[in-house]
């Protein structure tokens, strides 16, 4: 089974759904004849990811990620299809490989005690502070 490196990472090529579309804008009579879009699926089922990774890249995929499990994108900024090709594999790799790093897990800490001080210190000093803008009290 042949497989494709995207973002440091070996995908079948049965992962990878292709289609062939006429781009639309300007171009003249190639634009009416040649279909130089591309769309690329990867078909998440297939592309034989761990469980987390897979997490990952569906959080980052956003709207690109159909109700079919398929991250799909596609280009037609190109006025060939190779070249769109070659942009959609290099868009795609660079979402796979922004999804490889696991994130760190947070450590939960507390304030040092010192630190803890030294804000009801400030707390006090501030409170003082406005203490002595009011207008003094009318007791008689």
């Given at each position: 089974?042949?497989?494709?490196?995207?973002?440091?990472?070996?995908?079948?090529?049965?992962?990878?759904?292709?289609?062939f579309i006429r781009a639309s804008g300007p171009g003249g009579q190639?634009?009416?004849?040649?279909?130089?879009?591309?769309?690329?699926?990867?078909?998440?089922?297939?592309?034989?990811?761990?469980?987390?990774?897979?997490?990952?890249?569906?959080?980052?995929?956003?709207?690109?990620?159909?109700?079919?499990?398929?991250?799909?994108?596609?280009?037609?900024?190109?006025?060939?299809?190779?070249?769109?090709?070659?942009?959609?594999?290099?868009?795609?790799?660079?979402?796979?490989?922004?999804?490889?790093?696991?994130?760190?897990?947070?450590?939960?800490t507390k304030p040092p005690r010192a630190a803890k001080i030294r804000?009801?210190?400030?707390?006090?000093?501030?409170?003082?502070?406005?203490?002595?803008?009011?207008?003094?009290?009318?007791?008689?």
């Amino acid at each position: 089974m042949a497989t494709i490196e995207l973002g440091g990472l070996a995908i079948p090529e049965s992962a990878l759904a292709w289609r062939f579309i006429r781009a639309s804008g300007p171009g003249g009579q190639n634009v009416n004849k040649v279909s130089s879009a591309v769309e690329c699926r990867l078909l998440l089922d297939r592309a034989e990811l761990d469980s987390g990774l897979r997490c990952r890249l569906e959080r980052l995929a956003g709207s690109r990620l159909n109700a079919r499990g398929e991250v799909v994108l596609c280009a037609d900024g190109e006025r060939s299809q190779a070249r769109n090709r070659a942009d959609v594999l290099a868009r795609l790799a660079d979402l796979i490989a922004a999804a490889r790093p696991e994130p760190k897990r947070r450590v939960a800490t507390k304030p040092p005690r010192a630190a803890k001080i030294r804000r009801r210190e400030d707390k006090a000093r501030r409170s003082e502070t406005k203490k002595h803008r009011r207008a003094p009290s009318q007791d008689f």
